[in-house]
């Protein structure tokens, strides 16, 4: 199984959408609020269109639209945008199947070289230990940032109109 699979198998119990072995959008675009991805190959994505920009944009609309595009906000009006805000609980170690530990040593050495003092030293680091046979890991420093379209009854009514085009 290649790895973007077994890791969108492990983290995808998060809640947060399909987990991409690699974020970047391809063409480099920032992904905005009205965006419609689909998964790419080998754990990317890329934009099929923005539901929020003109029909006649050639970046947000790499394949053209449906016939008789309306964007989002000509057809239902002012939307109720939240964000950009943190996605709490996704900060630190996130991890399905793999087991992680902290270590911490030291030492204290009472030799002096050459006339120098004592010597010592402090380490520390960490370990992952699989528990079963695959399993993945999403390291955060901090939690991510997030921007979603509040209006969810009229995005749903505007999905169920468009969605045989």
Not at 13 to 19: K, M, S, V
Not at 31 to 36: A, F, H, L
Not at 105 to 126: C, D, I, K, N, R
Request: proline share 9%; glycine share 12%.
């Amino acid at each position: 199984m290649p790895p973007w699979t077994t890791y969108q198998d492990h983290l995808i119990d998060l809640g947060r959408g399909l987990p991409l072995w690699d974020p970047t959008p391809k063409k480099s675009l920032e992904i905005i609020e009205g965006s419609v991805l689909y998964p790419g190959i080998e754990g990317t994505f890329s934009v099929l269109f923005n539901t929020r920009k003109s029909p006649d944009d050639p970046q947000w609309q790499p394949h053209g639209v449906p016939n008789g595009f309306l964007t989002l906000d000509e057809e239902c009006g002012p939307l109720t945008i939240d964000g950009p805000r943190e996605v709490l609980g996704l900060s630190g170690w996130n991890c399905r199947g793999v087991e992680w530990t902290r270590e911490v040593s030291g030492g204290l050495s009472l030799g002096s070289p050459a006339g120098a003092g004592p010597t010592v030293s402090a380490g520390g680091g960490f370990k992952l230990t699989c528990k079963k046979t695959s399993g993945a890991v999403l390291a955060l420093a901090h939690d991510p940032i997030s921007t979603y379209i509040e209006s969810s009854a009229r995005i749903a009514s505007y999905m169920t109109r468009h969605h045989e085009s």
